[in-house]
């Protein structure tokens, strides 16, 4: 991008709130049931129908909010949101305009350990989802379900202070974990629980005059967000060098073209024609609710991310990983409860651990071997009972059967050998079956011992210890 221009980003993210019900109605809120069977008369908007709200949604609003930050506001309400869309049933939706439940949070952006940005976060208020339309282009044909209508959800808007594309990838991830920290939703974003807008805009460098913003919108993935900004950008920019004008509007990313494509002019406020909802009493926030919400929010990614250095001495980037899910962090400081030697298990958890949880394509909640069968083996190795190599053995039967790992050792014969004359008769054996690699070392390629030493190691299966291995095979040659 030229350095002529500056880029503005705004995001306005839809999250899906974790509640057993939907937000004005008793019908389950959950995913992927047949169309149009989680509906009542509420969340299909037929006439005489009442709104009633789930308290539960309030409860999870403000976790949210203080979590992010946020001044929740002591008095809020709803509002009409009028438009009209085959999804909408009642023509209106309802959510919150000029009172909302919050205001004036803050999210800060790392990158590589290091602080990028500070992002304001406008607004945060609760609102209902819509229905779903379904498609079939070969039919010419178009289909509602309304299971989705009436789902709860939070909006939350930031503040134009995002810089560039990358930024607004960095700050959904950031946005994700705090979600996922404190249990508001499970923002599993090919389930629609976490969708993002977003408005970007450019003004010429060095001024403070917003340019003509344009939203963005269909962008359903992380990597989507920041290629669909990336492509806006670029398509701004060109328009403004040719001397052209940018038109505020509504486009959405076409991610097989990986372009963005115009939708629609882009609405302004006063088309929705907003109104207090009459069907529903104002909100009133207490201090006891602000210190029960307060109470339930669990240590954020940041500032456990800090800690995990501070006290166990591990590296950025290991910190950065396993703050990564809570459950992954819990994870690791239970297993140090049995073993506490933070650097290597954090090392088996971010290789072994996590690279069989991916190929048995096994959830973050279901996090194996159990935190004092990884601490077993854990200490194991760093006893010298079992070579690493064997140890990654252990690993996948204790993963897959649930085995203390222990007990795998003593069944299978598996201890290492650390016998003086054991080791020296095999470094015997592999100098006497391996004359070219002798001749090299004895040449002067001092690495040709590495390869004696995994002859060593695989005549053993990994049993023997090859620091004492590499040893006795240099007394051997060099006495």
């Not at 023997?464 to 007394?475: E, G, I, R």
Request: with cysteine.
């Amino acid at each position: 991008m030229s350095s002529a221009y500056e880029v503005v980003i705004g995001l306005e993210v839809h999250v899906e709130l974790q509640t057993r019900s939907k937000i004005f109605c008793a019908c389950p809120n959950r995913f992927g049931q047949s169309p149009n069977t989680d509906v009542c008369p509420v969340c299909l908007g037929l006439p005489g129908s009442l709104p009633v709200f789930n308290e539960n949604v309030l409860h999870l609003a403000v976790k949210a909010a203080l979590a992010l930050n946020c001044l929740v506001a002591s008095y809020s309400k709803f509002d009409r949101k009028t438009y009209f869309y085959p999804d909408l049933p009642k023509a209106y939706q309802i959510s919150q305009y000029d009172l909302p439940l919050a205001r004036n949070g803050r999210v800060d952006v790392f990158k590589d350990g290091k602080q990028v940005r500070s992002v304001g976060i406008d607004r945060l208020h609760m609102e209902e989802d819509a229905g779903k339309l379904l498609h079939d282009e070969g039919k010419n044909t178009s289909y509602v379900d309304y299971n989705r209508s009436g789902v709860p959800l939070v909006e939350i808007v930031t503040a134009p202070d995002l810089r560039s594309p990358e930024e607004a990838r960095l700050f959904l991830e950031a946005l994700k974990k705090i979600l996922l920290y404190t249990e508001v939703s499970d923002c599993r974003m090919e389930e629609g629980s976490l969708r993002c807008d977003a408005n970007v805009s450019l003004r010429v460098r060095g001024t403070k005059e917003l340019g003509r913003k344009v939203e963005i919108k269909n962008m359903n993935s992380f990597k989507s967000v920041q290629k669909g900004l990336e492509y806006e950008v670029q398509r701004q920019e060109s328009i403004l060098q040719a001397g052209g004008t940018v038109f505020q509007e509504t486009r959405r990313w076409a991610e097989e073209q990986a372009i963005t494509l115009e939708m629609r002019s882009k609405e302004e406020e006063q088309d929705y024609r907003y109104f207090p909802e009459p069907d529903l009493p104002p909100l009133v926030i207490d201090e006891l609710m602000l210190r029960q919400a307060a109470a339930a929010i669990p240590e954020l990614p940041v500032q456990r991310n800090r800690r995990l250095i501070e006290i166990y001495g591990i590296t950025s980037y290991q910190a950065e990983v396993l703050t990564s899910s809570k459950k992954l962090a819990d994870y690791f400081e239970d297993t140090l409860q049995f073993h506490h030697h933070p650097a290597h298990v954090a090392n088996w958890i971010l290789g072994d651990v996590l690279s069989l949880q991916k190929s048995t394509a096994r959830e973050m909640d279901l996090l194996k071997p159990a935190p004092e069968n990884l601490a077993a083996l854990v200490q194991l190795v760093d006893e010298g009972v079992i070579s690493g190599r064997t140890a990654k053995e252990v690993m996948v039967e204790t993963f897959h059967t649930g085995q203390h790992p222990r007990r795998i050792v003593q069944e299978k014969g598996l201890v290492q050998i650390r016998d003086e004359n054991q080791v020296r008769e095999l470094a015997v054996q592999a100098i006497e079956t391996n004359p070219e690699a002798v001749q090299d070392y004895l040449a002067g390629n001092k690495k040709a011992i590495a390869f004696l030493v995994g002859q060593i190691m695989k005549a053993t299966r990994g049993q023997a210890n090859p620091q004492m291995a590499a040893a006795a095979l240099k007394k051997e040659l060099d006495g």
